[in-house]
């Protein structure tokens, strides 16, 4: 019973927030026609400069929120009918396996074939990675560069691009 209250809310909630969304755009659409026409001909004041971009922004999040829902329910339309088409998950599976397969690997100037060469030589050369003495890497002591740090500032968060090594 509750279950059926909150949805019957939600729904209603729904039909205020996102309902007719076609309409309040189109609707947008021609406020903003207006206010343009109206300003070519005698000019608009500062207000209906900030009506007017505040009718851009609303028509941009209508249009932003209309793209995720058609987003939302192609998903959920793919889930729902790829679950029950099991060629269409078997042809997926299929064509990744193809995409991902090794055919051949080139060692030095010879090309391995088969699953069995190939893994050998991979084996072989992370062997010799992991098993090579470690080589002397270059030492950056004494070379400085900018970094950039967040500092308090009076409770906010600041910012700020350090030239000067002593904070880093």
């Not at 000019?43 to 941009?60: A, P, Q």
């Not at 192609?74 to 269409?88: A, I, M, P």
């Amino acid at each position: 019973e509750k279950l059926k209250g909150l949805k019957e809310c939600i729904k209603g909630w729904n039909r205020v927030t996102y309902g007719r969304v076609d309409s309040k755009i189109d609707k947008l659409v021609e406020d903003i026609k207006d206010l343009d026409i109206r300003s070519e001909l005698m000019g608009i004041s500062e207000d209906e400069v900030g009506l007017r971009k505040n009718l851009f922004s609303e028509m941009w999040h209508l249009r932003i929120s209309k793209e995720t829902v058609l987003a939302q329910r192609s998903r959920l339309k793919w889930l729902q009918e790829g679950d029950n088409n099991t060629r269409y998950f078997h042809a997926n599976i299929k064509s990744r396996g193809k995409k991902n397969f090794i055919r051949a690997i080139r060692v030095g100037e010879d090309w391995l074939e088969g699953p069995s060469a190939i893994r050998q030589a991979v084996v072989a050369h992370f062997k010799e990675q992991f098993s090579s003495a470690q080589w002397l890497r270059p030492n950056l002591d004494g070379i400085w560069f900018p970094c950039l740090l967040l500092l308090l500032n009076g409770g906010a968060m600041v910012e700020c691009l350090i030239f000067n090594n002593s904070h880093c």
